[in-house]
């Protein structure tokens, strides 16, 4: 049971830095900067996801 608490934990600190990431993103949109492509996107989730699995 404690490993699934631990693994539900890592869930909710990933998800905290994929949501920092995401409104950084977004303010650089707002200050004009190029939007990413979906494929760059694809490859900022891949990092992430294998970062913390």
């Known amino acids: 049971m404690n490993k699934f608490k631990s693994f539900i934990y ?4 990933a998800l905290k830095v994929f949501e ?3 409104g950084f993103v977004s303010e ?4 004009g900067k190029p ?3 979906n494929y760059e ?3 900022i989730r ?8």
């Open 28 to 31: 650089l949109m707002l200050l």
């Open 41 to 43: 996107w694809c490859n």
């Open 20 to 22: 920092r990431i995401n």
């Open 46 to 53: 891949e990092s992430f996801y294998m970062l913390y699995s």
């Open 10 to 13: 890592e869930e909710k600190e």
């Open 35 to 37: 939007k990413s492509t």
